[in-house]
């Protein structure tokens, strides 16, 4: 997926959800920046509390389905949801 030839590969990112930017100077790769959302830090002491009043959360994202996908899996730097 990467496209630019001397960039490194960015396969896993993408799988993750991150939208890849690709950076050059004069024309020649110089980098890439990968960004994606995050849960919040309360996030998963809401969904917990939610849970317990017997309520089960429903993630609505306008993210794509791996990046939605990769943080329900608790694939964030928070912790599991």
């Known amino acids: ?5 001397d960039a490194p ?9 991150c939208t890849v930017t690709y950076m050059a100077v004069d ?7 990968a960004l ?3 849960l919040r830090d309360e996030a998963t002491e809401m969904i917990s509390s939610v849970r317990e009043m017997g309520i089960t959360p429903v993630l609505l994202t306008g993210d794509n389905e791996s ?3 990769h943080l329900i899996r608790g694939g964030n730097s928070r912790g599991q949801i």
């Open 1 to 5: 997926m990467t496209s630019a030839p």
């Open 9 to 17: 590969d960015t396969d896993e990112y993408i799988k993750d959800g």
């Open 27 to 33: 024309g020649k790769y110089a980098g890439f920046i």
């Open 36 to 38: 994606a959302d995050t």
């Open 67 to 69: 990046r939605s996908a």
